[in-house]
């Protein structure tokens, strides 16, 4: 009998995969600039509809991953509600970008680190180093260790959301010092609360949208939870308020707290923890440690980033090759259940992408980046189109919903709200660039890379494999799992 992949995640690990997922320094750090851009009014506003997209797309995530929950979810869910060519290019393209997304988190915990520890450059590679033997090392034993580690890192991260804004707020009702500049009028200064009008709140939009990437891993490892089709749907409810509570929220409190005008919040460096507003809001408060602790906290998100991407790129490898679409040989289960000849070819491509960081010209490491930039919202699109065509080719088959485990509200509403408005954010990630005098081509090119890339490898795949359109009355809706 040949090895599968074992269920040992929990729902309690599902639930902090998909809120972990959401929160990291996009919220801690890039929050204040999203402020500083918009006005607090509209900041808000633009968390607001982009965490309603995110929630229609998980709710079509989760509809497909209870029916049938497999490892690789987009790339096999692709492939059979649409067609075969735009569920391989959606698999490379997701599996490339988790690959590059950990070479960028080990860059990232080096600049973490040398807040605490002054390193010579050429020896702060060594951390890079520890932390990818370690994430490593919590992927290679089971799929159990990486769903533990993730659990506390992002219980860490939901912990000082949570005391954030209790600390916010009793900090606005005069019962914390710290506070006493805080309150709506942080609302009415200059040209608050909306600033810069509807193109302002487009260019948050596109940081927001970065921001919550990630909220799709509990589509990856819902081949690996038990009683999937109890656990995905409640982790799957649970998403919204947890996005309503850990992003609008603390922007509210932000906002009412620190005026957008504060020139930290203009500064927009993520790499500096001092302009977090999390830690100017605890320094106000007299938490004179406040950026140590921030620090540790993002260390926090930027391995769990790293243990996430880890998983999600080497999951989907192997799930690749289980369909043929990759080499054989990542197919091969350990005992333990771990794709472990997967693990390893993804953590050998996040490596050599992390060595291009060091050299002093780093057009390399850049365009690696920029080519993983898109493909992120190419998996969003991909979950709407394959969730819409999925309860479409269901009702003309004639098949009883009722028996779905999970059912996305307003469809079809839902999925076609998701994906018109990740189409604009996509299309609009360097707008920019297009109402200049003379047209920054070389930006364009660097924004927008990763679609052509994605089109030739959906096309030259349907060429090759001479692949067809999947019809509604052919798909087929057998629960092989």
């Given at each position: 009998m040949p090895k599968k992949?074992?269920?040992?995640?929990?729902?309690r690990?599902?639930?902090?995969?998909?809120?972990?997922?959401?929160?990291?320094?996009?919220?801690?750090?890039?929050?204040?600039a999203t402020i500083a851009q918009a006005g607090p009014a509209g900041a808000l506003l633009s968390y607001m509809i982009i965490g309603l997209m995110v929630y229609f797309l998980m709710?079509?995530?989760?509809?497909?991953?209870?029916?049938l929950p497999v490892s690789g979810t987009f790339a096999t869910y692709g492939s059979r509600y649409v067609d075969e060519s735009f569920g391989f290019a959606i698999g490379w393209n997701y599996w490339y970008n988790w690959a590059i997304t950990v070479a960028v988190?080990?860059?990232?915990?080096?600049?973490?680190?040398?807040?605490?520890?002054d390193l010579d450059h050429s020896l702060s590679w060594l951390w890079?180093?520890?932390?990818?033997?370690?994430?490593?090392?919590?992927?290679?034993?089971?799929v159990k260790g990486f769903g533990e580690a993730e659990f506390w890192f992002s219980l860490i991260k939901v912990v000082t959301v949570v005391i954030f804004i209790i600390v916010g707020a009793l900090m606005i009702f005069g019962i914390l010092r710290g506070g006493e500049g805080a309150g709506w009028h942080n609302w009415t200064i200059g040209d608050a609360p909306f600033v810069g009008g509807f193109s302002s709140m487009i260019g948050v939009a596109m940081i927001v949208g970065f921001s919550f990437q990630g909220t799709e891993l509990i589509g990856i490892a819902a081949g690996e939870s038990k009683d999937p089709e109890k656990n995905i749907p409640k982790s799957m409810k649970q998403v919204f308020w947890r996005i309503l509570l850990f992003y609008v929220l603390a922007i509210f409190v932000i906002s009412l707290i620190i005026p957008y005008t504060d020139p930290n919040l203009l500064r927009n460096d993520e790499t500096?923890?001092?302009?977090?507003?999390?830690?100017?809001?605890?320094?106000?408060?007299?938490l004179l440690s406040a950026a140590v602790i921030m620090n540790a906290v993002i260390l926090t998100s930027v391995l769990s980033a790293g243990n996430s991407g880890l998983y999600a790129s080497t999951r989907m490898l192997y799930a690749l090759a289980k369909e043929g679409k990759a080499p054989k040989i990542f197919a091969r289960i350990s005992k333990s259940g771990v794709p472990r000849m997967a693990l390893v070819a993804t953590t050998v491509v996040a490596m050599l992408c992390f060595l291009t960081s060091f050299y002093k010209d780093q057009a390399v490491y850049l365009w690696l980046l920029n080519l993983s930039g898109m493909t992120g919202f190419i998996a969003w699109l991909g979950i709407a189109i394959s969730q819409y065509r999925f309860r479409r080719g269901m009702m003309i088959q004639g098949r009883d919903l009722n028996q779905l485990p999970y059912k996305a509200s307003l469809f079809p509403f839902g999925p076609v709200f998701a994906f018109v408005l990740c189409l604009i954010i996509t299309l609009g990630q360097n707008y920019q660039a297009f109402l200049e005098d003379k047209i920054d081509w070389n930006g364009v090119v660097a924004t927008y890379i990763g679609i052509p890339l994605f089109?030739?490898?959906?096309?030259?795949?349907?060429?090759?494999?001479r692949t067809k359109f999947v019809r509604y009355k052919d798909m087929d809706f057998t629960r092989d799992y």
């Open positions: 992949l074992k269920r040992d995640l929990k729902a690990h599902l639930t902090m995969i998909a809120i972990g997922g959401s929160i990291g320094t996009g919220l801690f750090v890039a929050s204040g709710t079509s995530l989760g509809e497909l991953a209870a029916y988190d080990l860059v990232a915990a080096q600049l973490v680190i040398s807040y605490w520890i890079s180093a520890l932390f990818l033997s370690i994430i490593f090392g919590l992927n290679y034993i089971s500096d923890i001092s302009v977090s507003p999390f830690t100017l809001v605890f320094q106000n408060v007299g089109l030739a490898i959906m096309f030259g795949y349907k060429i090759i494999k």
